[in-house]
Nanobody, 128 residues
Framework: QVQLVESGGGLVQAGGSLRLSCTAS????????MGWFRQAPGKERQIVAAISWSASSTYYADIVKGRFTISRDNAKNTVYLQMNNLNAEDTAVYYC?????????????????????WGQGTQVTVSS
């Protein structure tokens, strides 16, 4: 079993920055693909960014490209989402997710159904 704990959400003004963290416990963190998703009220959960276990591959949704950066520290079992130049459209609950993988798999994954474990979510609110 894997447990994920997110932190770093909060209230920020438009144009500001936040850094989300997600720490995993359980099996070897380095064999996980990690993803950040978000869900705004009345909308479906959507991929924001994803990173392969080796960090050799990353994915960003078009709407966050150039503003958000995903990274991971396998020694700390933690994945980060640095969010800059935030706007009101970024307001949502942000979730991190884990997918078990193999060391030969250097891919990222973008579908909600492709992940095995989810965190409880952290609220990000951007005031305009």
């Amino acid at each position: 079993q894997v447990q994920l704990v997110e932190s770093g959400g909060g209230l920020v003004q438009a144009g500001g920055s936040l850094r989300l963290s997600c720490t995993a416990s359980g099996r070897a963190f380095s064999s996980y693909v990690m993803g950040w998703f978000r869900q705004a009220p009345g909308k479906e959960r959507q991929i924001v960014a994803a990173i392969s276990w080796s960090a050799s591959s990353t994915y960003y949704a078009d709407i966050v490209k150039g503003r958000f950066t995903i990274s991971r520290d396998n020694a700390k079992n933690t994945v980060y989402l640095q969010m800059n130049n935030l706007n009101a459209e970024d307001t949502a609950v942000y979730y991190c997710a884990v997918r078990d993988t193999y060391y030969s798999d250097h891919s990222y994954y973008t579908g909600t159904g492709e992940y095995d474990y989810w965190g409880q979510g952290t609220q990000v609110t951007v005031s305009s």
